[in-house]
């Protein structure tokens, strides 16, 4: 008899809705108009066709090939019935080159406040692995944005808003990846791929909540200090780690953003990186993320009629 998962349900929220928010692809040959039909279709109009400029077109490798490719699609909420259609399309020719994925997890919630409550909270112990201080950190109109946009990996959050997949106020967060490359490190090389993504799997890799342990990082920020000056005791390593953590929250306050917005944590990691420090992850003390979220996720949700 199988077991059933048990969900950790969180403070803010019973259950959690994941989803494909965007996706985009290129093709090697251009698409005709009964196929823009088609596909206009079953994407229930969420589709936008474009085509490559004539000494501008990118060119992927495909089994061990060079292949230019002439059309593109960028699609919003992509449907399980227009993903399976260009399988069909697509089933004899060269494979359609997955270039952008949006991976969206939504916490619905009793309340808007609720919402952003949790927003707020998740930002604050939020670990964006491989984040620099040189790397955007920009807040928006209620969204916060964690990395460049036309880079290859980017975070978002905005809460408060109904959520795509029902109608309760909901925490959004949403992880961005562009180019093929940044695609195909996560797992999605087909459309096959993308239709059996492993959101669990996924997000138990790329969600990463910490604390940061002031004691612990003035043993790292002191480090080089303590071999020169025996005298530096363990009291004064905090308050050292205190001032250098000073700094870095004056010109958080000094940013051009709400500093309850401001993922704290991502930001000081990368500040402290910037002026040299090493070994900062030791000062992290883990929070699980059923303290927060509904653990684990489920798996996608597709949308329309057919899912």
């Known amino acids: 008899m199988s077991k059933e998962r048990k969900i ?38 969420r589709i936008e066709f474009r085509s490559a400029w004539v000494f501008k077109r990118p060119v992927f490798r495909v089994n061990g090939r060079l292949i230019p490719h002439l059309a593109a699609i960028k699609v919003q909420q992509p449907t399980l019935g227009g993903l399976k259609l260009l399988q069909t399309l697509f089933r004899d020719e060269s494979p359609p080159q997955i270039n952008k994925v949006d991976i969206a997890l939504d ?13 707020a909270e998740i930002v604050r112990v939020l670990h964006k692995k491989g984040h620099r201080h040189k790397h955007e950190v920009r807040y928006d109109r209620g969204t916060v944005y964690l990395g460049f946009r036309a880079k290859r990996y980017q975070i978002a959050f905005y809460s408060g808003r109904p959520s795509k997949l029902c109608e309760s106020p909901s925490m959004h967060m949403e992880h961005r990846f562009q180019s093929v490359s940044a695609v195909r490190e996560i797992g999605i090389t087909s459309i096959d791929a993308l239709l059996n993504f492993d959101t669990p799997k996924f997000f138990a890799k790329h969600l990463s909540f910490n604390e940061l342990n002031v004691v612990k990082l003035g043993r790292v920020v002191g480090g080089r200090r303590v071999a020169r000056d025996r005298n530096f005791c363990a009291n004064r390593r905090v308050r050292f780690a205190k ?31 910037n002026l040299g420090v090493t070994g900062v992850r030791s000062a992290l003390t883990p929070v699980h993320v059923s303290s927060l979220l509904p653990w684990p996720p489920p798996k996608l949700t597709w949308f329309g009629a057919d899912q």
């Open 8 to 45: 950790l349900h969180s403070p803010y929220g019973k259950r959690s809705l994941a989803y494909i928010d965007t996706v985009g692809m290129w093709f090697c040959r251009r698409l005709t108009l009964q196929e823009k039909r088609f596909l206009r279709s079953a994407f229930e109009g």
């Open 107 to 119: 916490v619905p919630t009793a309340r808007p406040s609720i919402a952003r409550a949790l927003q």
């Open 243 to 273: 001032l250098v953590l000073r700094a870095i929250y004056d010109d958080l306050g000094n940013a051009a953003f709400a500093y309850p917005h401001v993922p704290v944590l991502t930001y000081t990691l990368g500040a402290l990186r």
